[in-house]
């Protein structure tokens, strides 16, 4: 099976050279190819180049863009799409006064959610998540990281885990799975939590590894949460599974998080809205990529994540939805690179590169997917007619795609 998509008005996100992630300043250079083409076959990008260089050869489909714009697809390197009902009552109880604290403080946020799926069978789990993992391939997210930590026992983890695999061996999507037992203490471990850790460590982790459920290792560090030496305490068992880590951290207040991220070698540091100079400086030079979740600052207005101090630094920046049902119901990164453009005065140029090659890196998907390269899987986002790829961002919350391709396949509602 070939493709060729010819008259491409722009070809976006354009790496010859296979590149692991950009950073600092190389951050605001998007290579692009106007009027292109581009041939996918069998599901990868087997060549690209300007039309009057287009190859002269018989295919299957041919595609006219005339007008519009390709893309790789978004790499959404940090959601939590698997769970059970929702937390509208808490939105309101927001909109009445309430902070997320004193919400979770009530026995709220995560400790309901759950509740919820804890009395939530496999089966409707699994439907309830396919939705929205359904919803966030129309909206042009070719590869996603799926966490747990809805659960909060060793079954119902192992229940959403199982969701998430099903989901990989159902969807033509790229779906990597992190285990997040350490999401939040149980009420009946409150006294306790050195007994809900060991827990996580002697029963759920050899579990999760004798069945393959998940590639990566995460944990909430935050006040009232999970520690620094709880971090350290929970990477370290992950690591020794195979797992590798990935931190929530700097949230709401930075209590030496990024520190012990970067000293377990994780991949990523996720959320950091609270960025001491220290943290900024705890992460030059080293491979564990800053994730920023603008849509999670949107919804619980709280301080964005200082986009531009870091950059400037020279550091890398990803960008991602935080898709969950208490502090970012929505999954779409269009939205993520409009607020991150908006909010946080990224260019457009740094908030496609942050949402996808560096995103790709911060899933460990950056050698398949993240950019136009020869080799890659062809998960690409054709636009509207649109002029400049500038205007995606500018006209937020209006969808400028007309269709999304996995594999080189297009996929319709
Ligand atoms: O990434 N901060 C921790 N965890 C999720 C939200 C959890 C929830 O409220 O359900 C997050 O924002
Ligand atoms: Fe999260």
Known sequence: MITLFKNIKELIQVRTEPIAFVSGKAMNELPTIKNAFLIVENGLISDFGSMENCPKINVSEVIDATGRMILPSWCDSHTHIVYAGNRENEFVDRINGWSYEAIANNGGGILNSAKKLQETSEETLYQESKVRLEEVIQLGTGAIEIKSGYGLTVDAELKMLRVIKRLKETYSIAIKATFLGAHAVPLEYKENKETYLKLLTEEALPKIAEEHLAEYIDIFCETGYFSVADTEFILEAGKKYGLIPKIHVNQFTAIGGVQAGVKCQALSVDHLEI???????????????????????????????????????????????????????????????????????????????????????????????????????????????????????????????????????????
Do not use: W
């Not at 908006?342 to 457009?348: D, L, R, Y």
């Open 275 to 413: 960025m001491r100079d220290e943290d900024i400086e705890a992460l030059k030079n080293t491979k564990t990529m800053p994730v920023a979740l603008p849509s999670c600052s949107y919804f619980l207005s709280i301080p964005y994540t200082p986009a531009r101090k870091m950059i400037e630094a020279g550091l890398p920046l990803a960008l991602a939805t935080d898709y969950n049902p208490g502090s970012t119901p929505s999954g779409n990164m269009n939205f993520v690179v409009s607020t991150a453009c908006i909010k946080m005065k990224m260019t457009p140029e740094e908030a496609i590169n942050a949402a996808t090659l560096n995103g790709a890196y911060a899933m460990g998907v950056e050698e398949e997917l993240g950019s136009i390269t020869k080799g890659k899987q062809a998960n690409l986002i054709l636009t509207k007619q649109i002029n400049s790829y500038g205007f995606m961002p500018y006209s937020f919350g209006t969808n400028q795609i007309e269709k999304v391709y996995l594999k080189g396949k297009e996929i319709g509602v």
